[in-house]
T-cell receptor, first 114, second 113 residues
Framework: EAEVAQSPRYKITEKSQAVAFWCDPI?????LYWYRQILGQGPELLVQ????????DSQLPKDRFSAERLKGVDSTLKIQPAELGDSAMYLC????????????FGPGTRLTVL | SQQGEEDPQALSIQEGENATMNCSYK?????LQWYRQNSGRGLVHLIL?????REKHSGRLRVTLDTSKKSSSLLITASRAADTASYFC?????????????FGPGTRLSVLP
């Protein structure tokens, strides 16, 4: 069964360092989402792509976060510099068209900033 | 502020009992979805209910939607220990900035054997 792939699964870094997360959505899924989930809370949408275009990045802290999906397939989320408050689970999801379609989630990347 | 709010925040029941979780939201929606998350894992889609639907079933799951009250409920019947997880509702709506997909804070369900 097709799955959303994410790497790494775990990342420990020191504050002020740069980190990057990778996501490979299910083949054929045009919509890709990056979420941040703080322990005990629901996922918060950071950025949504439709193919290679950003549809919504209103909640993305653009001074330190960036996301790209250059060829409309896999995607990278970067944080530079990382801060202590960035410690969280970063989840990637994809859907066929967005909107009235279920989202398929990857296993997430657990980031710890020391 | 978050669109969806689940209630209760935590629920503990015995195996075999039914579990009911509620979700309230604030604005008009296109659809509402329920997801399950096992500890430290990604989310798994359970059910999507559209704004013109009132009830949907999937196996032991029953979801209702009342758009007049801006609320939804998820019922899990004959619960099992494996149902222990966090359950999130997510609303899909349009706002001034475009499409807006928002998760609630979740209900943590514990099913005791």
């Amino acid at each position: 069964e097709a799955e959303v792939a994410q790497s790494p699964r775990y990342k420990i870094t020191e504050k002020s360092q740069a980190v990057a997360f990778w996501c490979d959505p299910i083949s054929g899924h045009a919509t890709l989402y990056w979420y941040r989930q703080i322990l005990g809370q629901g996922p918060e949408l950071l950025v949504q792509f439709q193919d290679e275009s950003v549809v919504d990045d209103s909640q993305l802290p653009k001074d330190r976060f960036s996301a790209e999906r250059l060829k409309g397939v896999d995607s990278t989320l970067k944080i530079q510099p990382a801060e202590l408050g960035d410690s969280a689970m970063y989840l990637c999801a994809s859907s066929f068209e967005g909107g009235n379609n279920e989202q398929f989630f990857g296993p997430g990347t657990r980031l710890t900033v020391l | 502020s978050q669109q969806g709010e689940e209630d209760p925040q935590a629920l503990s029941i015995q195996e075999g009992e039914n579990a009911t979780m509620n979700c309230s939201y604030k604005t008009s929606i296109n659809n509402l979805q329920w997801y399950r998350q096992n500890s430290g894992r990604g989310l798994v889609h359970l059910i999507l209910i559209r704004s013109n639907e009132r009830e949907k079933h999937s196996g032991r799951l029953r979801v209702t939607l009342d758009t007049s009250k801006k609320s939804s409920s998820l019922l899990i019947t004959a619960s099992r220990a494996a149902d222990t997880a966090s359950y999130f509702c997510a609303t899909d709506a349009w706002d001034n900035y475009g499409q807006n997909f928002v998760f609630g804070p979740g209900t943590r369900l514990s099913v005791l054997p």
